[in-house]
Each structure stands twice: as C-alpha cells, then as structure tokens.
C-alpha cells in the first residue's frame, strides 16, 4: 500500500508540470504608456489541450478605466500524433479600455479553472499621459522593436532648406540575389506635426518584402542634429528586401502628407513629401561551387535540423518527422528540396510553419511536418536530407544536412495492405445541417418590395383621396344637371309637344281620329300645365277657362284652347266624323294654339303659387 | 360614347401592358436559367460555381427571398460566413418570417461564434421605433397601412351616398377605427420605410476587420469586429465608411468588408 501511494505521488508529480506546460494562460496589453486620447488594448491568451475544459473564466477588473468592447476568438489546432489525433484550443479574449483621467492604473488579473487547477494572469500596469498640445502622442517611449532600431546617422544629403522631409536609407549598397538589405523610411521636422499620413507606399516589384517596422499608432519621436539644425525624427517605415533578380534595382519613393502647425498666427498648412528612390546593385550568385539540387530561395546562413517523435513503431502507425531551418535569411522563402520516394514510407504533404524573430535582421525557423506511415514492417531507415544554400557573409555555397534515422517497423515485413486507415481513427462528425435550397421554377422578386418602395407607392398614397374627390365632384355636378330651369321646362315640354304631333300625324296616317285627338288634346294640356305651373287637366273646360283668364292669358286665348279642346272631346268621341281633312286642319290649329299658349304671360305670383 | 372612349383607353392601356411585360421576359428568362445553374451548381457540391450564378443574378437588381437565401447556403458551404451571414439577412429583410432562413442565420451565426464572438458591452443603443419596426418587412406594412387606406377612402366614399339611419352610424363608427388603424398603420410603415431607404444598415463581411479611428490604413486600430456584426454606416469618406455598433462605439473600416442592407 505504501509502496503504491509513492507511486502515485511520483506519477503526480510527474505530471503535474507536464500539464502546467501544456497550458498557457498570459494577458498582454500592447501599449503600456500611452495618452488620454487612446485606447488599452488587453488581450487574454488561454491555450489548453482539446480535452483540457476550461471550467470557469473571469475577465480582468480594471475599475479606474472604461470598457469600450469586448471580443472572444477561439481557433483550433488539430495535428495527428502517432496515428491519434491531438487537438489544441487555443482562446482569445480582447478588452478595449479607456481611461477617464490621466494616471497609472492596474488592470488585475484574470482567473481561469482548467483541469481543476486555478490560473491567473499578472497584474498590468498602464501609464495614461494628457494630450499633448500639439495633438500627437510624444509620451509613448519607443517599443522594444524600436529600441532594436538605432537612429541612423544624420542623412549628409538632407535638403538643408527644409523645415520637413523624408529621408529614406539603404543599409548597405551592394547585395547578392536573395541577401537581405534593410530600407528605411524616416520623417524629419522642425515644425510640431499635427497628423500623418501615407499617400503612396515604396513599390518594392523586384523583391521579397518583409516588414520590419510598420507604425501601428501615433509616431514616436526622437531628436536629431542634421547639418546643425536640430529635427524631430520619426520612424515611418522599415523593410527587409530580398532581390529576386540581379542588376540595379530601384525601390520607388514613399510619399506622405504631414500636417504641421507653422506657428500660433498660420493656419494649419499640410505639406507633401517625397522620398529619394533607392537603388541597389545586385550581384548574381556565384555559378562556382553551386551544388547539385540548390534552388536560388535558400540564400542566407543556415542549418537543418531533423527529429523524429519515435523510433519504434507498429505497422500501420504513423510517425511524425519535423525538419526545421534554423537561421538568418528570407526563412518565409526557403525551401526543402522534394522529398524523394521513401522505401517502405507513404509520405504525406508536409505542414510548415515559419517562426520570425524580431530584429533588424530577418531570422528564425521553418519547420516542414511530415507524417511518414510505415507501409510493411522490419528495420527501415529514413534517409539523410540535404539542404544546399548560398551563404552571403562568406560568399560560398554550404549545404545544411540531417542524419539517417533508423526506424523499427513492428510488423510483416511484406507489405501491410490498406495502411492508410489501419489504425487511424476514423472520425464521424455529426454537425447541424442547413436547411436546403430553394429550387423554385421561376424566381419572382418581392411585389411589396417594388410596390412601396418606388414611385408606384406615391401614386397609390394619392389614388384614394383623388378618387374621393372625383367622386365628390362627380356627383355635385350630377346634381347641377339634373336641377330644372326655366329654360330646361321649356325645352323639355317643346320635345315632348313635337314627339305627340309626328305620332298624331301618325295617327292621320293610319286613320285613327280617336287616338289622333287624344294625343292633341293631351299636347295642349301639357303646354298649360307647362305655362301655369299645375295641372288643369282635372278642369272642366268652363272652369279652365276661367282659370286661364285669371292667370292672365288672353281672352281670345283662352277661349281658342278651349274651343279647341270641345273639339277634340267631340272628334274622340265620334270618330266617323272626322275624315285626313279634318284631322290636317286640327293640327294646324293644334300648332298655332301652342304658339299663341307659349306667347301668353300668365301671373308669376300664381305660378309660384 | 363616353363608354366607347373608355373602353378603347383601357384596350390600349391592357395592349402597352402586355408588351412591356413580353419585353420584360427574356430578361426574366435568362434570370431563372442562371439561377438554375446556380441551384445545379450547389446540388453537385460545386459553391464557388453557385455563389458565382447568383451573385450573376443578384448584379441584376433583383431582391428576392428565393435568391438571397440560396446565395447565404452557397456562402455557408463555402465557408464565408461573414457574406453567408449578410444574405440571410438580405433575405429576412424582404420576409422576416422566412423560416429556412431563420434557421440557417443561427446556424451561420453558430458558426462564426466558434470563431470569435462580439460582445457589446453597454445599453443597446438602437432606437425604440426601430426596435418596433424592424421585425416586419416594407412589404408586410405596405400591404398593410394601403389596404386599411383603401378602406378607409371605400367608407368614405359610400358615406357620402348612405341616407341618415343606422347604417350610416355604422359606417361613421367603422370610419372612426379605421382612421386609428391606418394611423398606426402608417406610422409602423413610414418607419419602416425610413430605417429600409434612410438608416443604412450593414453587415461585416471578413472573419475580422480592425476598425481605425479615421478613414485611413495609417490610423491606430481602436478595436476589431467580427463578421456577421450589425452595424449601422453613418458617414462615407470615398471607399471607407464609418460605422456605429448599437452600444455607440464608432470607428471606420473600408466599405468593401461592408454588407449594405
């Protein structure tokens, strides 16, 4: 018992480091002094293996500054070790800041619970200077990236007759295809500038380009003596160049505009300024002593370093061989030669991952991943790998080399069949679908779309109201039409006096007195009943007479309609007595007493009555 | 007379119609057969090809659900999120109750959650009539706020004809609910009309943009949005744009990593 306890003690121990090493828990702000009129930018990093839960996370409390906007970034790594596959999650959490007051301030630490072991990250302190004056940020000391960049020396070609310009540098004149030659770019003024900006970039078409210094912020300044006036100096921009080509190369001039304030009594005045261009001479490589297999990339002073995770595999496992590029030179371009076909091996592409150091000069790693799958068993050997490469220092060619490993390949020594998924795991994942496509026959756009969103909705907004008008209108004027004047009566009852007269003269024609009297008896009471404004026809003749004479009519008038009308009584009454003759002259008759009925002027006081 | 003019009138009116509509056609013709290939394109698994067919579509002026769903699902497939994100959303904009859509926004949203999440810290600054409008389309509320117009002006109209009794109190108490109804109804459209043509909306298209503090690469980064964000575009300055997160937070960024809505 005791003896297994110490074991497990061991074992914990052990492991213990292992798992604090496979997490990384850190905060970073990337600005530390700064100004009132920027922001703090926190960024929490957690990196934790796939089946490592992050139980709990407590953000950073920084109760003297404003939180502006938070974000959360995760990525996965996924990368198969001996035929299992290994997952790394790794985390992000950003915090943008700004501070109320000027002052140092902390911004505590942030707790995670990984694995059921409490992190937390170191406290971080922020120097928040007021705005200076004259509107950029002088405060800010330079970044270690900058202190790497000694201030050259004062340009002896500096236009002396300026107050400001760009002065752009070459570290060296002269290279070989492939070197690194570091450009400079610097602003130099003697007046407080107010803002900066880029206009057009160096056009760098004949080189591999790195940047070494790009500004991320306000410019950092520093003080300078050119030609016995003292400048302002920033650094505006630094690049490493590779010169794919040999030949004189020119890099073009960066142009910028700068804002500067002349003095308290001028206006702002914005000046623009170009760079000289930068030539380098470039010399081809040396066809002496160029070894067989190198590629032109691969110029810088390097070493190759190989490393295998095992030695002893079963058949069918896989086993990981990194090859990593270790030193100065354009590292992003270098490159293995191909990998030949190995005995016994299914090699798969590789990964490479380059890592760059900071600096002037451009230098680091480039490891190419390999993962080799053993295809029969028995000892196997992975061959040594060379890499030729032209060192500029020395100007000579070297080649970069590995050793031979040996592999033992537990196994058949025939050949394993289906290698490529014995042993590996197979992987099933089961991910919320998307609903599918809408495969329509015709594809229609949204009708409410163009009716309310163009002109058509105007005419739509005034058709209602316009029609209720028109309906408004439409009917007063019915009305107007249809009222009765005077003159309307009048035309009104001469229509219908002509109508009766063409039917009794009809009537003549098809010899019917009865119906012919009939209708000259009933045009003649319409005229009256027209002229004195009521109906006499209830009247006995006696009567109408009368009444017609007390309305004014003329007595020989109103004798005539009655006449007229005994006339017609009779002639309806005793058809046989009225032959074409007889009826032709009553209607001439008729006619005139309609007349003579129109020309009468009967009491309008009575009318109205 | 009066009624041979009219008809004449409208026999012209029913003859430009049916040309302007077959002039029409052949466009309308070569719309649906490129976004068939895109539909042929996405069933064979070929996205690139499809979002290609109905960006082709699209570039025609033409807004409609169908469309900007199946341009989101070839985004989707595709793996750009940010633009996958921006076409549902064109596509919920024209039908807010489009439930495929719906459903594949929160999955694209899920998704680009896995790569980063933007957390707005503080009030939600976004106005209450917006709030209240945005969930209905243009169309929902025109069809809306003009049927009850139309109503109302119908009411109107027969009023002016309805001998006194009780029908004609009848009509006068529906005229007084449909004067309230097609208030409202109006307000919730001119809103809505007003956030649609006036607030410009839009969406953030890469997986991560860095907003500056002005409209130049050469500002200070002040903070960084993923895609698929709402943002509200408040001012133009050539090809950036400056944007307003609904907590207030502004910054700029170039108008191409923008979704207009």
């Known amino acids: 018992m005791k003896r297994f306890s110490l074991l497990s003690i061991a074992l914990l121990l052990a492991a213990a480091p292992a798992q604090a090493a496979a997490v990384r828990f850190e905060a970073h702000v990337a600005q530390q ?49 001996n035929g299992a596959q290994s997952v790394r999650m790794v985390e992000e959490h950003q915090y943008v800041y700004r501070a109320r007051k000027r002052g140092s301030f902390t911004i505590g630490p942030a707790y995670a619970k990984i694995g059921g072991q409490t992190l937390s990250t170191q406290p971080i302190v922020v120097h928040v200077a007021p705005v200076p004056k004259n509107g950029y940020s002088t405060v800010a000391p330079p970044s270690q990236a900058q202190q790497q960049m000694q201030l050259a020396p004062p340009p002896d070609d500096a236009p002396s007759n300026q107050d400001l310009f760009v002065d752009a540098r070459l570290d060296r004149p002269k290279v070989y295809v492939g070197e690194q030659v570091t450009a400079t770019w610097r602003l130099y003024t003697q007046s407080d500038i107010l803002k900066y900006r880029s206009l ?23 003080r300078q003596v050119v030609k016995g006036q003292e400048y302002a100096v920033a650094l505006l921009l630094k690049k490493a160049l590779f010169p794919l080509k040999a030949g004189k190369l020119t890099v073009t001039p960066l142009s910028a505009e700068a804002t500067t304030l002349q003095s308290a009594f001028y ?32 110029v810088g002073q390097l070493t190759l370093e190989g490393a295998i995770d095992r030695t002893r595999v079963k058949a069918g496992d896989a086993i990981t061989w990194r ?40 230098s680091g790693e480039k490891v190419y991943t390999y993962l080799l799958m053993p295809t029969r068993g028995g000892k196997l050997t992975l061959p040594k790998v060379e890499l030729p490469y032209f060192d500029p220092e020395a100007g000579k060619y070297g080649v970069a ?18 290698t490529a998924q014995t042993g590996a795991r197979q992987e099933n994942v089961l991910s919320q679908q998307i609903r599918p496509i809408h495969d329509r026959a015709r594809l229609r756009g949204e009708v409410g779309e163009r009716l309310f969103r163009g002109k058509l909705a105007w005419i739509l907004l005034a058709a209602p109201p316009c029609l209720w008008l028109l309906v408004l209108i439409g009917d007063a004027l019915r009305r107007r039409l249809t009222r009765e004047t005077a003159r309307s009566k009048r035309r009104r009852v001469r229509r219908s006096a002509r109508h009766r007269l063409r039917v009794a003269e009809y009537h003549i024609k098809a010899s019917r007195p009865s119906a ?19 109906k006499v026809e209830a009247l006995t003749l006696a009567e109408l007479r009368a009444h017609l004479e007390s309305r004014g009519f003329p007595k020989e008038t109103a004798e005539a309609v009655v006449k007229e009308l005994e006339n017609c009584d009779f002639a309806r009454f005793a058809p046989s007595a009225s032959g074409p003759g007889e009826m032709r002259a009553a209607l001439r008759r008729v006619r005139l007493l309609l007349g003579m009925i129109e020309k009468a002027r009967p009491d309008d006081k009575e009318v109205a009555a | 007379m009066k009624t041979r003019i009219f008809l004449a009138l409208l026999a012209l009116g029913i003859v430009f119609a049916g040309g ?128 009850l117009y139309g109503l109302l002006f119908t009411v109107l109209i027969v009023l002016h004809f309805v001998q006194p009794g009780f029908l004609r109190v009848g009509l006068w108490a529906s005229f007084a609910f449909l004067m309230i109804g097609t208030g409202v109804a109006a307000a919730l459209f001119g809103g809505r009309l007003y956030l649609a043509n006036r607030v410009a909306q839009a969406v ?25 964000l709402r943002v509200r575009v408040t001012e133009k300055d050539q090809d950036w744009a400056r944007v307003r997160l609904s907590n207030g937070l502004e910054g700029w960024l170039r108008e191409r990593d923008l979704g207009r809505l």
Not at chain 1, 282 to 294: N, S
Not at chain 2, 37 to 66: C, F, I, T
Not at chain 2, 127 to 146: C, D, E, I, K, N
Not at chain 2, 204 to 228: C, E, M, R, W
């Open chain 1, 516 to 534: 012919f009297f009939g209708e000259c008896a009933r045009v003649i009471y319409e005229h009256l009943e027209y002229r004195v404004g009521a």
């Open chain 2, 204 to 228: 953030v298209l890469p997986d991560s943009v860095q907003i500056k503090d002005g409209p130049d690469a050469n500002y200070t980064s002040s903070f960084s949005v993923h895609a698929g």
């Open chain 1, 267 to 298: 206006a702002n005045a914005s000046a623009e300024r170009r760079s000289q261009a930068l030539t380098v001479e470039v010399m081809p490589l040396p066809a002496a002593g160029r070894p067989a297999g190198f590629q032109s990339s691969n």
């Open chain 1, 200 to 222: 057009a970039e160096p056009k760098t078409d004949d080189f591999w380009s790195e940047d070494l210094f790009v500004p991320s912020g306000a410019l950092a300044w520093d």
């Open chain 2, 20 to 147: 302007a509509a077959r002039a029409d056609e052949p466009l309308a013709a070569g719309r649906d057969v490129t976004f068939h290939r895109g539909n042929d394109a996405y069933l064979h698994g070929h996205y690139a090809d499809a979002v290609s067919a109905y960006e082709q579509v699209a570039a025609l002026g033409l807004r409609s659900v169908d469309l900007f769903y199946n341009l989101g699902n070839a985004y989707l497939k595709s793996g750009q999120l940010g633009p996958a994100i921006y076409n549902y959303e064109r596509a919920l904009e024209l039908d807010p109750g489009q439930e495929d859509a719906q459903f594949n926004l929160k999955a694209a949203r899920a998704e680009a959650q896995k790569k980063a999440e933007d957390r707005l810290v503080g009030g939600d600054g976004t106005p209450m009539w917006q709030r209240a409008v945005a969930p209905y389309s243009v169309g929902t509320l025109g069809w809306l706020f003009f049927g």
């Open chain 1, 323 to 362: 090859l990593t590029i270790k030193g100065t030179g354009n590292l992003r371009n270098v490159q293995l030669p191909p990998m030949a076909e190995l005995d016994g091996f299914k090699v798969y592409d590789p990964t490479t991952k380059v890592t760059l150091n900071p600096g002037d000069v451009v």
């Open chain 1, 33 to 81: 002094n700064l100004t009132l009129d920027q922001t703090i930018e926190l960024t929490v990093t957690v990196e934790r293996d796939g089946n490592q839960v992050l139980q709990s996370y407590r953000a950073p409390q920084a109760p003297d500054l404003d939180l502006l906007h938070t974000g959360t970034s995760s990525q996965m790594q996924m990368s198969i070790f």
């Open chain 1, 401 to 418: 080399r590995t050793e031979p490993v040996a592999i033992t390949v537990d196994g058949d020594p025939t050949r394993v069949e289906g």
